[in-house]
């Protein structure tokens, strides 16, 4: 992005403001679509929304009919006594990542704000949608936007309560569509998908955090249920290590998959962790997950034929 240019067109601003509405309502009451435009107009530097739109760009400079992937970070920050801030950082380059976005909108924060966020205490959870996680659906304002979802955003703690931080880690992706003859150019395809981890496999806040307190953060635990027995019939729970690959066995044993994953879901809410809490401390430990099919396959290599090639 040039300098001096504004973090989000017009087009784009109001993309963001339905989305943060959808998913501000999944903890909150309902925020009507213009205070988020003012909020997201004053994150990029415009007194309200009238002013943005117009004086940005009503559309990205980018090519027509070319995907276009970006990554983008939207902060509320809220303290008793002190006015709610907002702040966004938006990279548009080919190269850009989640973690470069993380560290300058803590950057930003903490230029801006009236607390010392130095080695402040902190912790966050992703919080979940207040339907199940099974069923979430996209969120579909408009077809085009069939593919996106509206998650919760994460909270963030600092210093023992006395500060909350909202986020919003998104990749947004869209075209441009030429204009047709006599019509004008428009944003087609546009979806904003969450994205919680970096490509170093850290969780998103992590960073954040770390750039905004200079504290490293403990790694957390999770219990963790494998799809299939990993015991003969048996279900047995893992404790997994954010960002460890192994995980290690626990007591609670149980006959059936719904049992396990029922109590994986309330050992881990004892934790103080939402589902998606567990998900994203154990994605390392579930992509290398061998699902232990060898231990419950019976072994017919002994027989002349094997079951499905015998003659009735």
């Known amino acids: 992005m040039e300098k001096g240019m504004p973090a ?121 949608p207040v339907d199940p996680v099974e069923a979430w659906v996209g969120f579909d304002r408009h077809k085009h936007r069939r593919y996106s979802t509206a998650l919760p955003p994460v909270q963030v703690t600092l210093a023992e309560g006395e500060v909350t931080i909202w986020l919003w880690w998104l990749r947004p992706s869209y075209q441009i569509r030429a204009a047709d003859v006599g019509g004008p150019e428009s944003l087609t395809f546009y979806s904003l998908d969450e994205q919680s981890v970096t490509s170093k496999d850290e969780c998103v806040t992590t960073s954040f955090l770390r750039a905004l307190t200079g504290k490293v953060l403990p790694k957390r635990h ?18 997994v290590q954010e960002g460890s690959r ?13 049992s396990a994953a029922k109590q994986t879901m309330a050992l881990n809410s004892s934790l103080g962790l939402s589902q998606r809490d567990a998900r994203n401390i154990s994605a390392i430990f579930f992509r290398h997950d061998p699902y232990y099919e060898e231990e419950y396959f019976d072994d017919y290599s002994h027989n002349d034929l094997a079951p499905e090639k015998r003659i009735p």
């Open 246 to 258: 192994e995980g290690q066995a626990t007591h609670h044993t149980y006959d059936n998959h719904d």
């Open 222 to 239: 999770c219990y963790y249920c494998t799809e299939l027995p990993n015991e003969r019939n048996i279900y047995r729970l893992m404790l």
């Open 8 to 128: 989000l067109s017009v087009a784009e601003a109001k993309e963001l403001a339905h989305y943060v509405k959808h998913s501000h309502v999944q903890i909150f009451n309902a925020v009507p679509l213009g205070k988020w435009l003012t909020a997201i107009s004053r994150a990029c530097g415009f007194r309200d929304w009238n002013v943005m739109s117009t004086k940005a760009p009503k559309l990205p400079d980018v090519a027509h009919d070319t995907w276009v992937y970006s990554c983008l970070g939207f902060a509320i920050v809220c303290s008793p006594g002190i006015a709610t801030s907002y702040h966004l950082v938006h990279h548009r380059s080919f190269n850009s990542n989640m973690e470069q976005v993380a560290e300058e909108l803590a950057q930003t924060i903490a230029a801006s704000a009236e607390h010392r966020f130095s080695k402040a205490v902190s912790k966050f959870s992703l919080l979940d």
